[in-house]
């Protein structure tokens, strides 16, 4: 259940690394809205909207997250 992912700009030629995150197996462990992000790379913000750990879990492919 440790296994780490990368939540990452979705830009594709951006693919800047903001932070990672190891799930903790419960679904009340994470929940994530209102936050915005700023990418330093290309200069994207983003806003977080209701990101639970299983949400997370679900759109992670091959351990890497895109937002
Ligand atoms: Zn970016």
């Given at each position: 259940m440790n296994r780490k992912i990368e939540i990452r700009c979705r830009r594709a030629n951006c693919n800047k690394l903001f932070m990672n995150y190891f799930p903790?197996?419960?679904?009340?462990g994470l929940y994530l809205a209102g936050i915005e992000l700023k990418?330093?790379?290309?200069?994207r913000v983003l806003r977080l909207k209701n990101y639970t750990e299983e949400v997370l879990i679900e759109h992670t492919i091959d351990g890497v997250f895109r937002v």
């Open positions: 903790t197996g419960e679904n009340n990418c330093e790379k290309c200069k």
